[in-house]
Protein backbone atom coordinates (compact mmCIF):
# COMPACT_ATOMS: atom_id res chain seq x y z
CA UNK A 1 0.00 0.00 0.00
CA UNK A 2 1.41 3.15 -1.00
CA UNK A 3 2.07 5.82 1.18
CA UNK A 4 -1.57 8.64 1.85
CA UNK A 5 -0.90 11.39 0.44
CA UNK A 6 -3.55 14.78 -0.25
CA UNK A 7 -0.86 17.47 -0.50
CA UNK A 8 2.77 18.38 -0.65
CA UNK A 9 4.54 21.08 -0.35
CA UNK A 10 8.38 22.46 0.58
CA UNK A 11 9.38 24.61 3.35
CA UNK A 12 12.50 26.87 3.68
CA UNK A 13 11.46 28.49 7.34
CA UNK A 14 12.80 25.71 9.82
CA UNK A 15 11.57 28.05 13.04
CA UNK A 16 9.76 26.64 15.37
CA UNK A 17 6.50 28.59 14.66
CA UNK A 18 6.66 27.50 11.01
CA UNK A 19 6.98 23.97 12.03
CA UNK A 20 3.96 24.05 14.16
CA UNK A 21 1.96 25.57 11.79
CA UNK A 22 2.53 23.14 9.00
CA UNK A 23 1.94 20.08 11.33
CA UNK A 24 -1.29 21.87 12.75
CA UNK A 25 -2.77 21.78 8.59
CA UNK A 26 -1.96 17.90 8.52
CA UNK A 27 1.65 18.07 7.56
CA UNK A 28 4.50 15.96 8.25
CA UNK A 29 8.16 15.92 7.23
CA UNK A 30 9.28 13.56 4.97
CA UNK A 31 12.50 11.38 4.05
CA UNK A 32 12.32 12.69 0.43
CA UNK A 33 14.47 15.45 0.81
CA UNK A 34 15.04 18.76 3.39
CA UNK A 35 12.07 20.78 3.81
CA UNK A 36 9.71 18.22 2.14
CA UNK A 37 6.06 17.71 3.71
CA UNK A 38 3.15 15.64 2.85
CA UNK A 39 -0.30 16.38 4.08
CA UNK A 40 -1.62 13.08 5.63
CA UNK A 41 -4.25 11.37 7.87
CA UNK A 42 -1.85 12.50 10.82
CA UNK A 43 -2.09 11.18 14.26
CA UNK A 44 -1.23 13.22 17.34
CA UNK A 45 -1.41 12.69 20.93
CA UNK A 46 -3.01 15.66 22.98
CA UNK A 47 -0.90 15.66 25.93
CA UNK A 48 -2.99 17.54 28.00
CA UNK A 49 -5.15 15.11 27.88
CA UNK A 50 -2.97 11.90 28.20
CA UNK A 51 -3.07 9.76 30.95
CA UNK A 52 -1.61 6.14 30.98
CA UNK A 53 -4.65 3.50 30.81
CA UNK A 54 -4.61 0.30 32.36
CA UNK A 55 -3.45 -1.40 29.18
CA UNK A 56 -0.60 1.11 29.13
CA UNK A 57 0.34 0.47 32.41
CA UNK A 58 0.95 -3.68 31.78
CA UNK A 59 3.34 -2.60 28.54
CA UNK A 60 4.96 -0.24 30.45
CA UNK A 61 5.91 -2.80 32.99
CA UNK A 62 6.93 -5.63 30.46
CA UNK A 63 9.47 -3.03 29.65
CA UNK A 64 10.10 -1.51 32.86
CA UNK A 65 14.00 -2.73 31.43
CA UNK A 66 14.28 -0.54 29.05
CA UNK A 67 15.96 3.15 28.83
CA UNK A 68 14.97 5.72 26.74
CA UNK A 69 17.46 8.36 25.96
CA UNK A 70 17.30 11.54 23.79
CA UNK A 71 20.31 12.61 21.89
CA UNK A 72 20.88 15.04 18.90
CA UNK A 73 20.67 14.85 15.14
CA UNK A 74 23.22 14.30 13.63
CA UNK A 75 24.26 11.48 15.67
CA UNK A 76 28.10 11.53 16.38
CA UNK A 77 27.87 7.98 17.23
CA UNK A 78 26.05 6.40 13.85
CA UNK A 79 27.62 2.70 13.14
CA UNK A 80 26.89 0.78 10.60
CA UNK A 81 24.92 -1.76 12.60
CA UNK A 82 21.93 0.57 13.22
CA UNK A 83 21.62 1.01 9.43
CA UNK A 84 21.52 -3.06 9.42
CA UNK A 85 18.94 -2.65 12.67
CA UNK A 86 16.57 -0.69 10.48
CA UNK A 87 16.54 -2.37 6.78
CA UNK A 88 16.34 -5.70 8.36
CA UNK A 89 13.39 -4.05 10.39
CA UNK A 90 11.75 -2.40 7.65
CA UNK A 91 12.52 -5.35 5.27
CA UNK A 92 10.72 -7.61 7.56
CA UNK A 93 7.92 -5.50 8.23
CA UNK A 94 6.95 -3.46 5.33
CA UNK A 95 8.91 -5.35 2.54
CA UNK A 96 12.20 -5.56 1.13
CA UNK A 97 13.85 -2.62 0.08
CA UNK A 98 11.07 0.43 2.04
CA UNK A 99 14.17 1.32 3.60
CA UNK A 100 17.82 1.60 2.98
CA UNK A 101 20.76 1.34 5.12
CA UNK A 102 22.11 4.31 3.24
CA UNK A 103 18.90 6.45 4.07
CA UNK A 104 19.28 5.73 7.54
CA UNK A 105 22.71 6.96 7.99
CA UNK A 106 21.81 10.24 5.54
CA UNK A 107 19.19 10.95 7.78
CA UNK A 108 20.79 10.24 10.68
CA UNK A 109 24.06 12.31 9.98
CA UNK A 110 23.77 15.11 6.78
CA UNK A 111 22.21 18.10 8.36
CA UNK A 112 21.89 19.06 4.86
CA UNK A 113 19.62 16.41 3.69
CA UNK A 114 18.00 15.52 7.01
CA UNK A 115 15.04 17.24 8.65
CA UNK A 116 14.74 15.36 11.76
CA UNK A 117 16.89 16.78 14.80
CA UNK A 118 16.43 14.14 17.77
CA UNK A 119 17.03 10.57 17.99
CA UNK A 120 15.45 8.19 20.48
CA UNK A 121 17.58 5.36 21.71
CA UNK A 122 16.14 2.91 23.91
CA UNK A 123 18.36 0.33 25.98
CA UNK A 124 18.59 -2.32 28.45
CA UNK A 125 20.10 -2.00 31.78
CA UNK A 126 23.27 -2.78 30.72
CA UNK A 127 23.29 -0.02 27.61
CA UNK A 128 22.80 -2.81 25.24
CA UNK A 129 21.29 -1.27 22.19
CA UNK A 130 16.98 -2.69 21.71
CA UNK A 131 15.94 0.12 19.34
CA UNK A 132 15.92 3.55 17.86
CA UNK A 133 13.21 6.42 16.57
CA UNK A 134 13.79 9.09 14.36
CA UNK A 135 12.57 12.14 15.47
CA UNK A 136 11.81 15.81 15.23
CA UNK A 137 11.89 17.64 18.64
CA UNK A 138 10.38 21.33 18.44
CA UNK A 139 9.73 23.89 21.32
CA UNK A 140 6.38 22.42 20.80
CA UNK A 141 5.82 18.91 19.11
CA UNK A 142 7.58 15.73 18.94
CA UNK A 143 7.22 13.81 15.73
CA UNK A 144 7.74 10.51 16.53
CA UNK A 145 8.63 9.06 12.79
CA UNK A 146 10.52 6.27 12.24
CA UNK A 147 11.04 3.88 14.94
CA UNK A 148 12.87 0.55 14.12
CA UNK A 149 14.40 -1.96 16.32
CA UNK A 150 15.85 -5.42 16.66
CA UNK A 151 13.92 -8.12 15.83
CA UNK A 152 15.55 -10.97 17.69
CA UNK A 153 14.91 -9.06 20.98
CA UNK A 154 11.04 -9.66 20.19
CA UNK A 155 12.35 -13.19 21.90
CA UNK A 156 13.95 -11.87 24.64
CA UNK A 157 12.50 -11.00 28.29
CA UNK A 158 11.42 -7.76 26.64
CA UNK A 159 8.00 -8.01 25.73
CA UNK A 160 5.96 -5.60 23.20
CA UNK A 161 8.88 -3.16 22.10
CA UNK A 162 7.32 -1.35 19.61
CA UNK A 163 4.48 -0.89 22.00
CA UNK A 164 7.07 0.25 25.25
CA UNK A 165 9.21 2.73 22.99
CA UNK A 166 5.92 4.52 21.59
CA UNK A 167 4.52 4.97 25.05
CA UNK A 168 8.07 5.77 26.51
CA UNK A 169 8.28 8.58 24.08
CA UNK A 170 4.43 10.05 24.55
CA UNK A 171 6.18 10.37 28.47
CA UNK A 172 8.83 12.11 26.95
CA UNK A 173 7.30 14.28 25.39
CA UNK A 174 4.43 15.13 28.39
CA UNK A 175 7.42 16.04 30.98
CA UNK A 176 9.23 17.95 28.17
CA UNK A 177 6.04 19.95 27.94
CA UNK A 178 5.42 19.68 24.56
CA UNK A 179 1.72 20.08 23.51
CA UNK A 180 1.64 17.39 20.75
CA UNK A 181 3.47 14.08 19.69
CA UNK A 182 2.66 13.10 16.11
CA UNK A 183 2.74 9.49 16.27
CA UNK A 184 2.56 8.59 12.26
CA UNK A 185 -0.61 8.34 10.24
CA UNK A 186 -3.54 6.54 10.09
CA UNK A 187 -4.27 4.44 6.43
CA UNK A 188 -4.04 0.57 6.68
CA UNK A 189 -6.60 -1.59 9.06
CA UNK A 190 -3.15 -2.69 10.94
CA UNK A 191 -2.95 1.51 12.19
CA UNK A 192 -5.59 0.58 14.64
CA UNK A 193 -3.12 -0.22 17.28
CA UNK A 194 -2.46 3.88 17.24
CA UNK A 195 -5.89 4.65 18.93
CA UNK A 196 -5.58 3.37 22.08
CA UNK A 197 -4.00 6.49 23.43
CA UNK A 198 -5.75 8.93 25.83
CA UNK A 199 -6.14 12.02 23.63
CA UNK A 200 -5.52 10.91 20.56
CA UNK A 201 -6.57 12.77 17.46
CA UNK A 202 -6.36 12.46 13.67
CA UNK A 203 -6.66 14.41 10.38
CA UNK A 204 -9.09 14.06 8.26
CA UNK A 205 -8.36 16.21 5.53
CA UNK A 206 -9.59 19.91 7.33
CA UNK A 207 -8.74 19.40 10.47
CA UNK A 208 -8.77 17.52 13.72
CA UNK A 209 -10.93 15.30 15.23
CA UNK A 210 -11.32 12.72 18.09
CA UNK A 211 -14.11 10.54 16.74
CA UNK A 212 -12.26 7.16 16.75
CA UNK A 213 -15.85 5.19 15.59
CA UNK A 214 -15.07 7.27 12.16
CA UNK A 215 -11.25 6.54 12.06
CA UNK A 216 -11.63 2.66 12.71
CA UNK A 217 -14.80 2.42 9.37
CA UNK A 218 -12.40 4.40 7.37
CA UNK A 219 -9.83 2.02 8.47
CA UNK A 220 -11.45 -1.04 8.45
CA UNK A 221 -12.67 0.27 4.43
CA UNK A 222 -8.80 0.22 3.83
CA UNK A 223 -9.31 3.50 2.13
Avoid at 92 to 121: P, Q
Avoid at 136 to 165: C, Q, R, W
Wanted: aromatic share 14%.
Amino acid sequence: MSYLSWNTQTISDFSDETIHAMYQQGYVFTRKGKGEMDQTRSVRVDLSQFELSSENRRILRKCQDMILAATSIPYAEYDWSIGKMAKDFYDTKFGEGTFSANKIKEIMTDRKKSNFNRLLKFTTNSSQPIGYCIALETDYIVHYSYPFYALLATGSELKNIGMGMMLQAIQYAKENSKTHIYIGAAQRPTDTYKLQFAGLEWFDGTGWSNNLETLKQILDSDV
